[in-house]
T-cell receptor, first 112, second 114 residues
Framework: LAKTTQPISMDSYEGQEVNITCSHNNIATNDYITWYQQFPSQGPRFIIQGYKTKVTNEVASLFIPADRKSSTLSLPRVSLSDTAVYYCLAPRWAGGSYIPTFGRGTSLIVHP | KAGVTQTPRYLIKTRGQQVTLSCSPISGHRSVSWYQQTPGQGLQFLFEYFSETQRNKGNFPGRFSGRQFSNSRSEMNVSTLELGDSALYLC?????????????FGEGSRLTVL
């Protein structure tokens, strides 16, 4: 059974770089890996999406190795406002249907 | 551009009752997917609709159902409520579908079953 796993929690300090890794076995060949950020009492918000190698946008980078069995979200120079829960989303296929499968989330706490 | 709107935001039901939740997607988005979020199980996929057709379904009992209207608005229904159905129910809309594009989430409907 395909599973998407990520660390439960992480701590960091303002100004540091944070890397969160997600493992996703049996990911389909042609599907994207996506990361979301969620604050309390809000729905998840899109951060970044990638297929392979490296993708960078204005808030984060995403590294995906050649075997695509894992991905790493990199947040440069975090601030207190980056304290949130981060989810990776990797698809799995079951019975011919695409099933969006989230990791359990990584609670990131950024300290002053 | 208005975001995804979910109603109601909060509701309390008792065991055995049924509930209907509504989701209005971003204008132009034809895909609406639904998720259940609980502390114990995290974010779990319920089902996705695209142009009024159910495209795929997660591993939930038949008590959970949904539909999508011609204006892309979607509803989900849970019948014969159980205590374990207490959760935050999130819907997300997408231009192309949950497997290819960015998901835009609403703020959720928090259901408490007593």
């Amino acid at each position: 059974l395909a599973k998407t796993t990520q660390p439960i929690s992480m701590d960091s300090y303002e100004g540091q770089e944070v890397n969160i890794t997600c493992s996703h076995n049996n990911i389909a060949t042609n599907d994207y890996i996506t990361w979301y950020q969620q604050f309390p009492s809000q729905g998840p918000r899109f951060i970044i999406q990638g297929y392979k190698t490296k993708v960078t946008n204005e808030v984060a980078s995403l590294f995906i190795p050649a075997d695509r069995k894992s991905s790493t979200l990199s947040l440069p120079r975090v601030s207190l406002s980056d304290t949130a829960v981060y989810y990776c989303l990797a698809p799995r296929w079951a019975g011919g249907s695409y099933i969006p499968t989230f990791g359990r989330g990584t609670s990131l706490i950024v300290h002053p | 551009k208005a975001g995804v709107t979910q109603t109601p935001r909060y509701l309390i039901k008792t065991r055995g009752q049924q509930v209907t939740l509504s989701c209005s997607p971003i204008s132009g988005h034809r895909s609406v997917s639904w998720y259940q979020q609980t502390p114990g199980q995290g974010l779990q996929f319920l089902f996705e609709y695209f142009s009024e057709t159910q495209r795929n379904k997660g591993n939930f009992p038949g008590r959970f159902s949904g539909r999508q209207f011609s204006n892309s608005r979607s509803e989900m229904n849970v019948s014969t409520l159980e205590l374990g159905d207490s959760a935050l129910y999130l819907c997300a809309s997408s231009l192309t579908g949950s497997n290819t594009g960015e998901l835009f989430f609403g703020e959720g409907s928090r259901l408490t079953v007593l």
